[in-house]
């Protein structure tokens, strides 16, 4: 590494090598111990910025906050059931009961999210629903064997062709 | 699976609906959420907000993720840079003049000590606050969240040589702010 680029990755990186690029860490290094004087004083001088810049912490989160976000996530229950409750009535509707299994799911999402206590009663509700529903089909009549096969239905959709990581 | 991945199992843990694992990703990328949004925006309030509709997306997306396409992590800063410019671009069509938001930070009493490093804080977050987007952003994903430049240019959308010198900017403008401010005994 020359003093040159030493210089250029310390005004970027700051003086901490754990923030450099990994392929010229060694480099800096060894420049760092047998190089010029020069080269720490500037690395100092660059410390003194990084300790500045830590001063500005974020406080950490607090359980009520963490509470809320992982009340809002739907459970494999409340989806199952969700699903149960659109899809069992006839395997020949499974298109239009898959889309409408889909909204339900977003409906409850969206309750969970803006009314958490809400959210969790009408969950409830649902799951009581759709366990009636499912108790009758497994009296009632031989319903498809993956009636009860509540990983397969959740993971009915993962072929969406969405490229959600540009999101 | 994609092993390169550090999150690729809990987020299928996730995607399957177990109530631990949805707690367990919550509490692993909460706070550096919080941290990414609240230093962009300089408001806690809205910090949790992003937050908050950052993690409505990962439940809805969990189920759906394909390995291998992108890292989990990169994606949800992508999906909190976005939460963040959006609300950056409203607050400017709504309010132009009201950039000088005083950042996240109550003004509780505090012992001395407490106090001085609070008002530390605060003179970083309102120089961050000042620096033009990109600026803050490179430096908030380079210095704060620890991103490689690799992760951070390309998050950006930019080449790494870009990077640095939006980087090597934000430290000198940041630099001569914080150098030249006078300590103010008001700032509390």
Redesign the interface.
């Known amino acids: 590494m020359t003093p040159e680029r030493f210089h250029a990755l310390l005004d970027a990186c700051g003086a901490d090598l754990r923030r450099w690029p990994d392929a010229e860490r060694d480099g800096a290094r060894e420049l760092l111990a047998n190089g010029p004087g020069a080269l720490r004083a500037a690395c100092a001088e660059a410390a003194l910025l990084d300790r500045t810049l830590d001063a500005h912490e974020v406080v950490a989160p607090d359980s009520t906050l963490i509470e809320r976000i992982a009340g809002a996530a739907p459970s494999a229950a409340s989806d199952a059931a969700s699903d149960a409750a659109t899809i069992e009535p006839s395997a020949g509707a499974l298109p239009s009961a898959v889309s409408s299994a889909r909204r339900a799911r977003s409906w409850w999402r969206g309750a969970g999210f803006f009314w958490p206590r809400a959210g969790w009663a009408l969950t409830g509700l649902a799951g009581a629903i759709a366990g009636a529903l499912v108790v009758s089909v497994a009296l009632g009549d031989a319903g498809p064997a993956a009636a009860t096969d509540w990983q397969k239905r959740a993971t009915a959709f993962t072929d969406r062709g969405a490229d959600w990581s540009e999101e | 699976m994609n092993d390169d991945d550090p999150d690729a199992e809990l987020l299928a843990r ?6 631990r694992a ?2 367990e990703m ?2 692993r990328k ?2 550096r959420l ?2 990414l949004a ?2 962009m925006l300089g408001r ?1 309030v809205e ?2 907000e992003v ?2 509709e950052v ?3 990962v ?3 969990a ?2 993720w394909q390995s291998g ?2 890292r989990f992590d990169t ?1 949800l800063h ?2 909190a840079l ?1 939460l963040c410019y959006d609300r950056l671009r409203r607050r400017r069509e709504e309010a132009p003049d009201d950039d000088a938001d005083e950042p ?1 930070a109550d003004r509780a009493e505090a012992p001395d000590e407490l106090l001085e ?1 609070k008002q ?2 605060r ?3 309102r120089a ?1 606050a000042d620096l033009p987007q990109r600026q803050r952003e490179a430096l908030v994903l ?3 969240q ?1 991103l ?3 992760e951070a240019a390309e998050l950006m959308g930019i080449g790494i040589e870009a ?3 939006l ?2 900017r934000a ?2 403008s ?2 001569a702010r ?1 150098a030249g401010e006078p300590r103010r005994n008001d700032d509390a």
């Open positions: 996730v995607g399957r609906g177990e109530p949805v707690r919550v509490e909460l706070g919080l941290s609240e230093r806690r910090a949790e937050a908050q993690f409505v997306r439940w809805k997306q189920p759906h396409r992108a994606w992508r999906v976005n996240a490093v530390r804080g003179r970083v977050a961050l380079q210095y704060y620890e490689s430049n690799g990077l640095e010198s980087l090597v430290r000198r940041l630099r914080l």
